[in-house]
């Protein structure tokens, strides 16, 4: 046992309602400890006692948006399949998780990976797939492991298999490990991986769900989306659309990393303000120091002002302040920061993993990088602050075949019209307050 | 360097497995790094003959993906994740470190005794214990330099490099 990792978020006292309300539990991960916690039998509901069209009805009804990214409604998405035609048809799971400040899918996997399976069990059957596919990084080691022993537990329990629960529905799940690349969590990139290429998003439309892995009609989910299902077929879509807001019902796992004192994955409602999320179960800042700037979803979603710490966890609060939910990993830095270099960071990593396919995205990344090394080398003229500007509008704005383009544009955007005065202060005087600050 | 007779059965067996064969590449090198510790040109021909593909597609391929070494690296190479959360956390005083201990200047330069390598990647998804790296197939949490001292003090005397995966997941693997 990788000397069981301390877990650190959601457990005991303070494990959130739905999708970590078992954490704690001692070897969670084995399936005999989770069906005596009830697990499996939302399988067996669905599979044995509705249709198709119910399960998605429930879907429906609970408000589930996706949990990848973009929040697209889970139950709208699964409608947009043709009916069957008797040819192939896919699960494909998300699990490339490479979002910066993301790593609940990870946290998921590696402590209960049977809510997953069951999940995407309930997927296959709602969209009448026979096979799924869960496209895992190449970096989670173990976390595929225990997918894979929890899928192989499953499979001799008959939960999955040739005749699941002794239906004719047969279903298999299978695995892929992905090798690298963050531009593979964008769903036509991961498609293309998964077909064995060079992982570069295709245009749509077409789209997945009509035309998606190896051609044939395919929905794609994120691994915190489908492992919210067995709750939500459990307990009922009305019962879950009870947490949350109108429009962004139901829970979310965050992941809270960067200057916090007890950084961690924490299950919270949607709607409550992220200081609860972030001083509260986060352990808020460092003694002595303040929260400066944050990134509420990855760091693909604008950034956010200290003083905006209160602003509700919904994907409209977020919306209506120009940012969005995005991955849910929300990446703290304080008072001793330097904005102009944490973008410089970001924009690194745009840079390097721009799959190459769209000119404003492959001339833009690096573009930013160099210009943001002369201005942090001191170097920087008044004509800058419209360089980054020009290559920001370039960016954004939809000029890119995928959201990588767009995400890096707008690091650019937000972080100078949140932080001007330290763009200017870097650019015009050749210096850095923040820094010298920090290092007296 | 070439492929032992194991590992291209073992690769002629993958396509079933997949809807299509373009899909066994991938996995087909996975083999190829774990005999090898890289990807020669030789065994990416020879993969691509097991496979029947074009050899040019197998290299497309190989070039794009990261995990793919396409140069040597040491018996242990360590991927230390430098991007945001980790580098607040000090990760740039960690890579520092390595490359003085295991002696080397550049990022993926082998050290004098093969057995060490270093490359700082992207977010690895573990950003709670940052700043963390992942070598062997193994990610190590909470770093600090003196812990950074205990871990190659162990490699050190693994002189061969844990390249099995199913040792370094005993938990997994247990059922
Ligand atoms: C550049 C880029 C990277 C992405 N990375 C991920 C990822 O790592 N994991 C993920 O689930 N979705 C990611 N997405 C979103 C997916 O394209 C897709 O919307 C999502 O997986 C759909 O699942 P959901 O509806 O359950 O959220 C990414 C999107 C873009 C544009
Ligand atoms: S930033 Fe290092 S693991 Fe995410």
Not at chain 1, 65 to 76: E, H, N
Not at chain 1, 212 to 240: C, D
Not at chain 2, 68 to 93: D, I, M, T
């Amino acid at each position: 046992m990788p000397a069981a990792t301390e877990l650190r978020g959601s457990h005991g006292k303070a494990a959130g309602p739905v999708l970590t309300k078992d954490f704690g539990t001692a070897d969670l991960y084995k399936l005999a400890v989770y069906e005596k916690i009830g697990g499996y039998q939302a399988w067996r509901k669905a599979l044995t006692t509705m249709q198709p069209a119910e399960v998605t009805g429930e879907v429906k009804a609970s408000g589930l948006r996706g949990r990848g990214g973009a929040g697209f409604p889970t139950g709208t998405k699964w409608g947009f399949l043709p009916p069957p035609d008797g040819g192939p048809r896919y699960v494909v799971v998300n699990a490339d998780e490479s979002e910066p400040g993301t790593a609940k899918d990870r946290y998921l996997m590696e402590n209960h990976p049977h809510q997953l399976v069951e999940g995407i069990l309930i997927a296959c059957y709602a969209i009448q797939a026979h096979h799924a596919w869960i496209y895992i990084r190449g970096e989670y080691d173990l976390q595929h492991d225990l997918v894979a022993a929890a899928i192989a537990e499953a499979r001799t329990a008959g939960y999955l298999g040739e005749q699941p629960l002794g239906t004719e529905f047969p279903i298999d799940i299978h695995l892929y490990r992905g090798h690298g690349a963050y531009i593979c969590g964008e769903e036509t990139a991961l498609l293309e991986s998964l077909e064995g290429k060079r992982a570069q998003p295709r245009s749509r439309p077409p789209f997945p769900a009509v035309k998606g892995a190896w051609g044939r009609p395919t929905l794609l989910n994120n691994v915190e989306t489908l492992s919210t299902l067995p709750w939500i077929i459990s307990n009922g879509g009305a019962a879950y659309a009870k947490f949350g807001t109108e429009k962004s019902p139901g829970t979310r796992l965050f992941t809270v990393s960067g200057d916090v004192q007890r950084p961690g994955n924490y299950e919270m409602e949607l709607g409550k303000p992220f200081s609860h999320l972030i001083n509260d179960l986060a352990g808020g800042p460092f003694p002595g120091h303040s929260i400066k700037v944050w990134w509420p979803g990855g760091c693909s979603a604008p950034v956010l002002t200290g003083e905006m710490l209160e602003t509700p966890s919904d994907m409209e609060s977020l919306a209506a302040i120009g940012s969005m939910g995005g991955s849910g990993g929300v990446i703290v830095a304080d008072d001793r920061r330097c904005v102009v270099r944490c973008a410089y960071r970001l924009l690194q990593f745009y840079a390097h993993e721009s799959c190459g396919k769209c000119t404003p995205c492959r001339v833009g990344g690096n573009w930013a990088v160099r210009t943001y090394e002369r201005v942090l080398a001191g170097e920087g003229t008044a004509a800058d602050l419209a360089t980054f500007d020009r290559i920001q509008t370039g960016l954004a704005a939809g000029r890119c075949l995928c959201g990588l383009g767009d995400s890096a544009g707008w690091v650019i955007q937000w972080t100078m019209e949140r932080f001007r005065d330290e763009y200017e202060e870097h650019i015009l005087r050749h210096t850095c307050s923040v820094e010298a600050a920090a290092r007296a | 360097m070439t492929l032992s007779d194991h590992t291209l059965k073992e690769i002629r067996e993958l396509p079933p497995k997949y809807p299509h064969i373009r899909s066994a590449v991938m996995p087909a090198l996975d083999l190829v790094q774990e005999e090898l510790g890289m990807l020669t040109q030789e065994a990416m021909t020879q993969v691509a003959q097991a496979l029947q593909v074009d050899p040019g597609y197998v290299e497309g391929v190989a070039t794009f993906y990261s995990l793919f070494h396409l140069e040597p690296v040491g018996k242990h190479h360590l991927y230390v994740c430098n991007n945001l959360s980790c580098q607040l956390r000090g990760a740039e005083e960690l890579l520092t470190h390595i490359k003085e201990s295991i002696g080397v200047s550049e990022y993926g330069q082998v050290s004098a005794d093969g057995l060490f390598s270093v490359e700082p990647v992207e977010c690895l998804g573990a950003c709670e214990y940052a700043p963390m790296l992942r070598a062997d197939h193994r990610f190590h949490y909470d770093l600090t330099p003196a812990k950074i001292d205990t871990l190659l003090k162990e490699w050190r005397g693994d002189r061969e490099g844990k390249k099995a995966r199913k040792e370094a997941h005993p938990r997994a693997g247990s059922h």
